[in-house]
């Protein structure tokens, strides 16, 4: 079977990336199981470019078919930020915790009409001939008053998705997948595969 790598150092990615892969023909594999531990600087300024620079980097290493996935937050009232620094707006070691907090302290007293906001995910495959694509995937919702739920990881206890009610937090993987930013992200890239290369 083919090896495909993620290019990913985040453990919350990786779990929902190889649910949502579980009956694909790749082997796929984590930057940590092929011995790889690097933090890849995030240069670009767009989500396809910060993807491509880390799927570029673990591709240029291996050769092998590489994925990276460069998502985040972006928030309405705050112009879409915090975007593609949605990892690092609170500084580069700040917990989950810590930065739900400062996104909920930016929003105090900001009514739940204006607290609309989408996650965002691109991903970017990059092949062994250094030929490469994109696809994208975004879920709307709004950021809730007060975190809700244990489940999912980053900002899901504070995304609240009016439809069903809840934060992506309370949802059971499979339902966050099936409406999530990343589960459309890769379904689209699945789809490109097959018509492109298997
Ligand atoms: O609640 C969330 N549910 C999600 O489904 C989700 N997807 C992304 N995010 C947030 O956006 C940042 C991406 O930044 P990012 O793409 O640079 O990833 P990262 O730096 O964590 O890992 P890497 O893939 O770069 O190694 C992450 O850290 C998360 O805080 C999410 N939060
Ligand atoms: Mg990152």
């Known amino acids: 079977m083919k090896k495909f790598i ?22 796929v594999l984590s930057m940590e199981s092929v ?15 910060n993807a491509l620079i880390k799927a570029r980097e673990i591709n240029r290493i291996t050769g092998e078919i590489v994925m990276a996935d460069d998502s985040g937050l972006e928030v ?26 400062k996104l909920l302290n930016m929003l105090n ?25 994109t696809v994208k995937g975004t879920c709307e919702g709004y950021i ?7 489940n999912g990881f980053g900002y899901d206890p504070i995304f609240y998705v009016p439809e069903y009610q809840m934060t992506t937090a309370q949802m059971a993987s499979e339902m966050k997948h099936m409406i999530s930013h990343r589960g459309k992200a890769l379904r689209l ?7 492109r290369y298997i």
């Open 6 to 27: 993620v290019a990913t150092k985040n453990k919350g990615k990786i779990n929902e990336i190889s649910e949502i892969l579980k009956d694909f023909p790749y082997e």
């Open 76 to 101: 309405d009232f705050l112009n879409g930020a915090p975007g593609i620094y949605s990892a690092r707006f609170a500084g580069e070691n700040a917990t989950d915790e810590e930065k739900n907090k």
């Open 35 to 49: 011995g790889i531990n690097l933090d890849i600087e995030e240069t670009g300024s767009t989500f396809e470019e």
């Open 109 to 133: 007293d900001v009514p739940f009409d204006k607290r609309g906001a989408r996650f965002v995910c691109v991903i970017a495959v990059v092949f062994p001939d250094g030929t490469s694509f």
């Open 144 to 150: 809730s008053h007060e975190p809700k739920g244990a």
């Open 189 to 195: 890239m699945v789809n490109e595969l097959q018509k």
